[in-house]
């Protein structure tokens, strides 16, 4: 199970760190990743990391805002958020990857070999 934390609201400008912490399962086993999904429209890649760490990818409109990480040791991953805007409004998902891919094109859910529940992140102009 994948358990997802840290949503909130939040101002446009400010930040936020979600966790996904494992149970059951160890992620080590997994290349890890985030999607959101906003009202209205289809859940969307937002991040992915390797097996080990290392290497990242991220969808466009994220990339140097977000910053995916992971502590195996502590089985958790991370997305931290800065630089927050309306347009991040969604609920984020953590999910377990069948696979890394360095292209973020190459993620869809069927890149994802199990979903963690989602957390609302919500950000406010």
């Known amino acids: 199970q994948l358990q997802a934390s840290g949503g909130g609201l939040v101002q446009a400008g400010g930040s936020l760190r979600l966790s996904c912490a494992a149970s059951g399962r160890t992620i080590s086993n997994y290349a890890m990743g985030w999607f959101r999904q906003a009202p209205g429209k289809e859940r969307e890649f937002v991040a992915a990391?390797?097996?080990?760490?290392?290497?990242?990818s991220y969808a466009d409109s994220v990339k140097v805002r977000f910053t995916i990480s992971r502590d195996n040791a502590k089985n958790t991953v991370y997305l931290q958020m800065n630089s927050l805007m309306p347009e991040d409004t969604a609920v984020y998902y953590c999910?377990?990857?069948?696979?890394?891919?360095?292209?973020?094109?190459?993620?869809?859910?069927?890149?994802?070999?199990?979903w963690g529940q989602g957390t609302q992140v919500t950000v406010s102009s």
């Open positions: 990391i390797r097996r080990i760490g290392g290497s990242f």
């Open positions: 999910a377990a990857l069948r696979a890394y891919y360095s292209s973020n094109r190459d993620y869809t859910e069927s890149s994802v070999y199990y």
